[in-house]
Nanobody
Framework: QVQLVESGGGLVQAGDSLRLSCAAS????????MGWFRRPAGKEREFVTA????????LYADSVKGRFTISGENTKNTVYLQMNNLKPEDTALYYC?????????????????WGQGTQVTVSS
C-alpha cells in the first residue's frame, strides 16, 4: 500500500502562483509514476499532469500547459506541482495520484493510489 499526503493548497488571487507537494510512503523499493488530478465543485475528477519515476516522461492536460510544472525528487518520494498564472477556473480540490503505469494515468481508472486532496481556490 502507498500513502500519499498533499500539502500547499490555499486561497490566492488570479495571476498568483502556488506550489503543491505530495509525499509518498509505503512499499519501499516500488517505482511508480506520480501526478495530479483535480475536481472542480460539481464536476468530475480530471487529469492535470503526471511524471514517470525516472522523470524522463511528463504529461500535461492542455488546460495547464505552459502554466503548471510538475517535478519530483525520488530520494524523498515527493512530487511537486508549481502552478503559475492561476485562473479562477483552476479552483478545485487537487489530488495527488500514483500509478505503476504512466501511460494509463490520464484517467482516474489508471490510478492505483490517491491522496486525500488539498483545496486550491483562485479568486478573480
Amino acid at each position: 500500500q502507498v500513502q500519499l499526503v498533499e500539502s500547499g493548497g490555499g486561497l490566492v488571487q488570479a495571476g498568483d502562483s502556488l506550489r503543491l507537494s505530495c509525499a509518498a510512503s509505503g512499499r519501499s523499493g516500488s517505482r511508480y509514476a506520480m501526478g495530479w488530478f483535480r475536481r472542480p465543485a460539481g464536476k468530475e475528477r480530471e487529469f492535470v499532469t503526471a511524471i514517470s519515476w525516472s522523470g524522463d516522461n511528463i504529461l500535461y492536460a492542455d488546460s495547464v500547459k505552459g502554466r503548471f510544472t510538475i517535478s519530483g525528487e525520488n530520494t524523498k518520494n515527493t512530487v511537486y506541482l508549481q502552478m503559475n498564472n492561476l485562473k479562477p477556473e483552476d479552483t478545485a480540490l487537487y489530488y495527488c495520484a500514483a500509478s505503476y503505469t504512466l501511460a494509463v494515468m490520464t484517467t482516474p481508472s489508471g490510478v492505483d493510489y490517491w491522496g486525500q486532496g488539498t483545496q486550491v481556490t483562485v479568486s478573480s
